[in-house]
T-cell receptor
């Protein structure tokens, strides 16, 4: 069964600090997909990134970067030079391919990390 | 930019009543999903829908729940007889190629059962 753990319930930082959000996952599948979503105070879920299990290259997009390590089953998210607008709940999620690729994309979410960036 | 839309944004209903939550997925997407988020908790998968039928459902999605794509654009979630514990934010999502793509979420419908 798939599981996602985000051990950090809440993180509080001051603007311009770097912050890393941890995500650890469990799956028996060899093919799977990992995601990060942002939920700002307005409540919607905003897609940030998707990685497949065969691509361990780290990714950088502006102030955001992601570190995927299969050896430790982790997919961590770093925000560099945080800003007040980064304040949100961040969810890590996992989707398994299923036997013979039978999955239809069901997402299993972690509990989320509440990030507060103070001015 | 195309987006998933949901109506209503907030629905208040009495226990035992039927509710229908409506979603319009992104037009070229083929896979549709419902998730729910009880206040302060994680987002939970309810059901996925592809090719006009349910492809996967969770244990939460019992006989009280049903989904339908009544026409080429709408995707609905019906709860037949609401319970207090059905109070949650319900999110609709869609994707082009199911597991091979990211899902885009609507803004959610907050359901309050009194």
């Amino acid at each position: 069964a798939q599981k996602v753990t985000q051990a950090q319930t809440e993180i509080s930082v001051v603007e311009k600090e770097d912050v890393t959000l941890d995500c650890v996952y469990e799956t028996r599948d060899t093919t799977y997909y990992l995601f990060w979503y942002k939920q700002p105070p307005s409540g919607e879920l905003v897609f940030l990134i998707r990685r497949n299990s065969f691509d361990e290259q780290n990714e950088i997009s502006g102030r955001y970067s992601w570190n995927f390590q299969k050896s430790t089953s982790s997919f961590n998210f770093t925000i560099t030079a945080s800003q007040v607008v980064d304040s949100a709940v961040y969810f890590c999620a996992l989707s398994e391919a299923g036997a013979g690729g039978t999955s239809y994309g069901k997402l299993t979410f972690g509990q989320g990390t509440i990030l507060t960036v103070h001015p | 930019e195309p987006e998933v839309t949901q109506t209503p944004s907030h629905q208040v209903t009495q226990m035992g009543q039927e509710v229908i939550l409506r979603c319009v997925p992104i037009s070229n997407h083929l896979y549709f999903y419902w998730y729910r988020q009880i206040l302060g908790q994680k987002v939970e998968f309810l059901v996925s829908f592809y090719n006009n039928e349910i492809s996967e459902k969770s244990e939460i999605f019992d006989d009280q729940f049903s989904v339908e794509r009544p026409d080429g654009s709408n995707f609905t979630l019906k709860i037949r007889s609401t319970k207090l514990e059905d109070s949650a934010m319900y999110f609709c999502a869609s994707s082009v190629r199911g597991q091979y793509d990211e899902q885009y979420f609507g803004p959610g419908t907050r359901l309050t059962v009194t």
